[in-house]
């Protein structure tokens, strides 16, 4: 299937300190790995659509030439779009893979979220689609 139609989540932005070039990429279960250059923040979930109403659980793996970036706080902002987080923003940490989790997106309407995600001197945007109920 076509990466759109399974992630309603697309990376727009990323960037990164210093001279190494952040490329953002989401994945697919069951699908290969590529190995990544550079700092990069890539979307592991949600898969499938987003409703609103659904809880938002957004899940991210940080890495710089492939290898995790671990025990790092990863910071989620709305930047536009009908969504907030309580407080104006979360922090999670990520654990020994590099991967951080998100729950606490309040969708308060349909739309496009854009959200950005800041690992160390890496920030990424990234988008969520959220459809009526």
């Known amino acids: 299937m076509l990466l759109a139609v399974l992630l309603p989540v697309l990376l727009t932005g990323c960037t990164a300190g210093g001279s190494g070039a952040a490329r953002p990429s989401a994945s ?23 409703r609103l109403g659904d809880e938002v659980r957004l899940v991210i793996r940080a890495t710089d030439d492939g290898a995790p970036l671990a025990t790092r706080d990863a910071t989620f902002e709305v930047v536009s779009g009908p969504g907030t987080y309580p407080g104006g ?32 001197e890496i920030s990424s945007d990234l988008t969520i689609d959220v459809a009526g109920s």
Do not use: K, M, Q, Y
């Not at 279960?29 to 499938?48: F, H, K, T, Y």
């Not at 979360?90 to 690992?119: F, H, K, M, Q």
């Open 28 to 50: 697919t279960s069951g699908a290969a790995e590529v190995p990544l250059r550079g700092p990069a923040i890539r979307v592991v979930s949600p898969e499938g659509a987003v």
């Open 89 to 120: 923003f979360e922090t999670s940490a990520t654990d020994a893979d590099g991967v951080a989790s998100s729950l606490g997106l309040l969708p308060d309407g349909a739309g496009r979220i854009t959200i950005r995600v800041a690992v160390g």
